[in-house]
């Protein structure tokens, strides 16, 4: 992951490495963070992975918040806990809003502190009040 990531990062200055939540994902997220590669760490189901995840240097934790809807957990406020304790700590890391089921997702993400939302493209007219 390491290796890729590196290699990745040189394409462009904004690119940013998608790393997941696992322990072999955190030893490379604190690599790249050192190499000062940008990082999201994805698959993000708790806020004991997201704080890992940002002590570990990640730019970005993504939280998925449908996959916990679809299980029967509340997502949203699962941002709201990460949000809170990054706040708590004053941790650089941004938390990205992911698995966004419904346009209203994103309005509660936002309303939670949420610093990003990845958005399916058949919401985009639906929120633009474009047809």
Same mark, same amino acid.
């Given at each position: 992951m390491v290796e890729q990531g590196v290699r990745l990062s040189k394409i462009a200055p904004n690119i940013v490495v998608k790393i997941p939540m696992s322990i072999e994902g955190l030893k490379a997220i604190r690599v790249l963070s050192e190499k000062e590669v940008a990082t999201? /760490?994805?698959? !993000?189901f708790n806020a004991t992975q997201? *704080? *890992?995840?940002?002590?570990a240097g990640a730019t970005y934790v993504s939280p998925f918040l449908g996959r916990l809807d679809d299980i029967g957990h509340d997502g949203m406020d699962l941002i709201g806990q990460i949000v809170t304790i990054f706040d708590n700590y004053a941790m650089d890391?941004? !938390?990205?809003?992911?698995?966004? +089921? @419904?346009? *209203? @997702?994103v309005v509660d993400a936002a309303l939670h502190g949420a610093? !990003? /939302?990845t958005i399916p493209s058949r919401f985009w +007219?639906?929120?633009?009040g474009t047809r």
């Open positions: 999201n /760490c994805t698959l !993000v997201a *704080l *890992l995840a940002a002590k890391t941004e !938390v990205l809003a992911a698995s966004i +089921r @419904h346009p *209203l @997702h610093d !990003v /939302c +007219r639906r929120l633009s």
